[in-house]
C-alpha cells in the first residue's frame, strides 16, 4: 500500500488518516499540534469546581483577567475560555490580512474544532445538489463517523432537515428549560409548521452517554464550556490520540508546512516544512499529500506551493462563511427557578425555518444559558447593577440564546489571495455579504421571534446580535469539487485539478454551504474522499 | 500599603453593594491582582471617574446612584469597570456565586411588582446620581480623587 503525508490534526485530517489506515496505508501526519492543557479536576461538577478548585478566577477568568468581558469591549455573550486560548494562539509564521472578515485559525491539535459545540448536522440530499457526488456516497461517510466519535440524536420533526445516519444514539436527557421549550412546541406544533415554517427538535450532537475507547460518558458534569473532562464531548484530538498507537501511523508534531514542490509534469515530489523549535527546514518526500489544515491554511499552502513553482500565485474565489446571529430569549415559564448546572450545557434543541428553497434551509441550535459567565450579561441590562443582578439571578433559568445560521453561496468577490513583501508571503482574504443577506436576515429573524413568542418566551428588544464574518468558522469553498476538470477545482475525490497527487479534505472543497455547522459533513467527507484514494491506490 | 488597605476597603464596599457578603481574602487578593496587572485602569481614566470611585468607596451608600448614573452617561468609565471585574470574580468563587446567583422564591406577581419597583429606583438613583455629579466634578478639579 501506498504512503500519504497529511497536513493538519483537526476534524477532517485525522478522520482522513483513519480511514486510511482501516485500509492498509501508511499514514505521515504533519502537524503544528499545539497541546491542551491537562484537565482540572476531572470528575467535579461545575458547582463543586468553584468550591475545590484552589484558584477559580485563574481558571474562568485567566492570569491576566482576559476572560472578563469589561463594559465596552468587543464582545458575544458568551465567549472562549481563558485556557482555550491555546486554541486560537496565532502563529507568526502564519501571516494574514481581512477586510469584511475576522478570520480565526488554528494551531492546536485537533484544530478549531477542538472548541466546537458538537453540532453534527448532515447535509440534505437539497443541500448537496452543488457537490459531484451521489449524496448516499456521503451519507454512508455519515455513518461511519458517527460510529467513531458518537453523536446522540432522535428521529423527529427535524429529520425533513437533517437526515438520520448509522450508529445515531439516543439523545442525552433534556434540562428542564429544553423540557418546557419542547413541551409548548408539541402543543403549538401545527401552527408553527403551518404559519411560520418552523419545526423544532432534538439536536444531533456529538456526544456521548456511553463509556467507550477510554472515553466516558456524558454525567452531566456542566463543564462542556470549560472542556468537557471527561472526554464525552467528542474533539479530533481523541482521534488523533487512538492514531498515535497505530504501527503505519507516524505523527510529525511541531512542524509547519511551507510548500509543496512541484515537478515539471504538475505532480507532487516533497513537502517542505519548518520545525519550529529549531527553525530548521527539511523536505518530506511524498507522491500523495493531503492538505487538511482547513480552508484558510490549506488554500494559503496551495498558493504558496504555486508561487515557488510558477511564480505567481492565482486569486482563490469563492470563499464561503456561515452568517450567525445571536437571539437572547426569556422562557417566561422558567422565571425564578433555580438555573441547572449540572446538565449538558450546549444545545440540547435544534429549530429549522423551512425556505421556499430548500438550500436556503435556516438552522437555530437552542442554548439555554446555564453555566457560561454571568457578568458579560448583567452589565448588558439597562439598570444599575445591583438592580440587574437581582432580576438576573430570577431570571437565570429562563434564559436562552438561539443561534440562528444562514446558507451561504460561492460568489466571485470573496477570495483570497497572497501577497508577498520581504518577510515572506501573507494570504489576503476578502469577504462581502451578498446583497440579498439584509432581506433574507429580516424576514427569517421575524418567523424566529414569532416562533419563540409561540413558545412562551420573550426576545428583548433590541439584543439581537449579528455575528461579524469569520466568527462561525466555518470557512469553505475556495477549491471546489467540479466534475469537470477546470483550473482551481479539486475533482470529487477531493485531487487538485492543477496539480496531480494534491489532494484537499477540508471544507476548502466545499461548493455550497449550507446552514448547518460543517465540522461533522468535513469529517465525512474526509472519510468519503479517503476511501476514494484507496480505492484508486487498489 | 495605604493604597492597598483602600482597595480592599472598596472591594468590600462594592462586594456588599452587589448583594455578596464582604469579599473574602481571596476574592480581594485577586480585585488586587487585576488592579497590578493594569486591566482595569486604561490609560485616558479622568480624574472625574476616579473621584467617583472614591465617593464610592468612603461613602458606600451612594454606590448606587453612582452605579446608575454610570449605567446611563458613562457605562465604561473606571466605576462600572471595577464593579464588573468584582462581578466576574464573584461569580467563580463559592459562595459568593450562590449569594448572586440564586432565585429569590417570590411569586411571578410579586417579581413584576419588584421589577416596577427596581425601575422606580433606578429613575430615583439615576436622579441622585446625576445630582452628585457637579459636587464631585468640582471635588475632581480640586484634585480631589484618592
Not at chain 1, 401545527?190 to 456524558?218: F, I, K, Q, Y
Request: glycine share 8%; charged share 25%.
Amino acid at each position: 500500500m501506498r504512503r500519504v503525508v497529511v497536513v493538519g490534526s483537526g476534524a477532517s485530517g485525522v478522520h482522513f488518516a483513519q480511514t486510511a489506515l482501516e485500509r492498509g496505508a501508511h499514514v505521515t501526519l504533519v502537524d503544528v499540534g499545539r497541546t491542551a492543557p491537562a484537565p482540572v479536576l476531572p470528575e467535579a461538577s461545575f458547582a463543586r469546581f468553584k468550591r475545590e478548585h484552589a484558584d477559580p478566577a485563574g481558571y474562568f477568568l485567566g492570569a491576566r483577567f482576559e476572560g472578563v468581558l469589561f463594559p465596552g469591549a468587543k464582545g458575544e455573550y458568551y465567549g472562549f475560555p481563558p485556557h482555550k486560548s491555546y486554541i486560537f494562539a496565532p502563529l507568526d509564521r502564519f501571516r494574514s490580512q481581512a477586510r469584511g472578515f475576522d478570520p480565526l485559525t488554528s494551531f492546536a491539535r485537533g484544530g478549531l474544532a477542538e472548541s466546537w459545540t458538537g453540532g453534527a448536522f448532515p447535509f440534505h440530499e437539497s443541500e448537496l445538489r452543488d457537490f459531484p457526488l451521489e449524496p448516499r456516497e456521503l451519507q454512508a461517510s455519515y455513518g461511519t463517523v458517527a460510529g467513531r466519535i458518537g453523536v446522540s440524536g432522535t428521529d423527529d420533526d427535524l429529520s425533513r432537515f437533517t437526515p438520520v445516519h448509522d450508529h445515531l444514539a439516543p439523545s442525552l436527557p433534556l434540562d428542564a428549560h429544553s423540557r418546557v421549550l419542547l413541551e409548548r412546541y408539541a402543543r403549538e406544533r401545527s401552527r408553527l409548521n403551518a404559519d411560520l415554517g418552523v419545526w423544532m427538535g432534538r439536536t444531533r450532537a456529538a456526544v456521548r452517554a456511553d463509556e467507550r475507547d477510554g472515553r466516558h460518558g456524558c454525567t452531566n458534569l456542566g463543564r462542556c464550556l470549560w472542556s468537557c473532562p471527561r472526554e464525552a464531548l467528542y474533539t479530533p484530538s481523541l482521534t488523533l490520540r487512538a492514531l498515535l498507537r497505530h504501527e503505519r501511523f507516524t505523527y510529525l508534531s511541531g512542524r509547519f508546512a511551507t510548500r509543496v514542490e512541484i515537478d515539471a509534469a504538475n505532480r507532487v515530489r516533497k513537502l517542505h516544512v519548518v520545525e519550529l523549535a529549531t527553525g530548521r527546514s527539511e523536505a518530506i518526500d511524498a507522491s500523495d499529500i493531503v492538505l487538511a489544515a482547513g480552508t484558510l491554511a490549506s488554500s494559503k499552502l496551495f498558493l504558496d506551493s504555486l508561487r515557488a513553482h510558477g511564480g505567481s500565485a492565482p486569486v482563490l474565489e469563492g470563499l464561503m462563511d456561515n452568517r450567525q446571529v445571536l437571539v437572547p430569549f426569556i422562557n417566561l415559564a422558567m422565571l425564578r427557578r433555580r438555573y441547572e448546572p449540572d446538565s449538558y450545557q450546549y444545545h440540547q434543541l435544534a429549530l429549522g425555518l423551512e425556505r421556499e428553497d430548500p438550500r436556503h434551509y435556516v438552522h437555530g441550535l437552542v442554548t439555554t444559558l446555564k453555566t457560561a459567565l454571568v457578568h458579560p450579561i448583567v452589565q448588558s441590562v439597562p439598570l444599575d447593577l445591583k438592580s440587574a443582578l437581582w432580576i438576573f439571578r430570577n431570571a437565570h433559568a429562563a434564559l436562552g440564546i438561539l443561534n440562528v445560521n444562514f446558507h451561504d453561496d460561492r460568489r466571485p468577490e470573496c477570495q483570497l489571495a497572497l501577497e508577498a513583501d520581504r518577510e515572506g508571503t501573507r494570504l489576503l482574504a476578502r469577504y462581502e455579504p451578498s446583497r440579498e443577506e439584509p432581506e433574507r436576515m429580516r424576514t427569517a429573524l421575524r418567523s424566529v421571534r414569532k416562533a419563540l413568542s409561540r413558545l412562551g418566551c420573550i426576545v428583548p428588544p433590541g439584543m439581537a446580535h449579528v455575528r461579524p464574518m469569520g466568527a462561525s468558522v466555518h470557512y469553505a469553498g475556495t477549491l471546489p469539487m467540479s466534475a469537470e476538470a477546470r483550473p482551481l477545482t479539486t475533482s470529487p475525490g477531493g485531487e487538485s485539478h492543477d496539480v496531480r497527487g494534491l489532494y484537499f479534505a477540508d471544507g476548502s472543497t466545499f461548493p455550497f454551504l449550507p446552514a448547518k455547522n460543517l465540522t461533522f459533513t468535513l469529517m465525512a467527507n474526509a472519510e468519503r474522499i479517503a476511501r476514494r484514494w484507496c480505492d484508486a491506490q487498489a | 500599603m495605604a493604597e492597598r488597605v483602600e482597595l480592599e476597603r472598596e472591594c468590600d464596599v462594592l462586594a456588599r453593594y452587589l448583594g455578596a457578603s464582604a469579599g473574602d481574602e481571596y476574592v480581594r487578593a485577586q480585585y488586587r491582582a487585576a488592579h497590578d496587572a493594569g486591566v482595569v485602569e486604561l490609560p485616558g481614566t479622568s480624574s472625574f471617574e476616579r473621584t467617583v470611585v472614591a465617593v464610592a468607596r468612603h461613602v458606600p451608600v451612594l454606590s448606587r446612584p453612582l452605579d446608575a448614573h454610570a449605567r446611563v452617561f458613562a457605562p465604561s468609565s473606571l466605576l462600572r469597570r471595577k464593579l464588573v471585574l468584582l462581578l466576574a470574580i464573584l461569580e467563580v468563587r463559592a459562595p459568593h456565586d450562590e449569594e448572586l446567583d440564586t432565585p429569590t422564591g417570590s411569586s411571578v406577581l410579586a417579581m413584576f411588582a419588584r421589577m416596577a419597583w427596581l425601575g422606580l429606583v433606578f429613575l430615583a438613583a439615576l436622579f441622585l446620581g446625576s445630582l452628585l455629579s457637579l459636587p464631585i466634578w468640582l471635588i475632581s478639579l480640586a484634585g480631589g480623587a484618592r
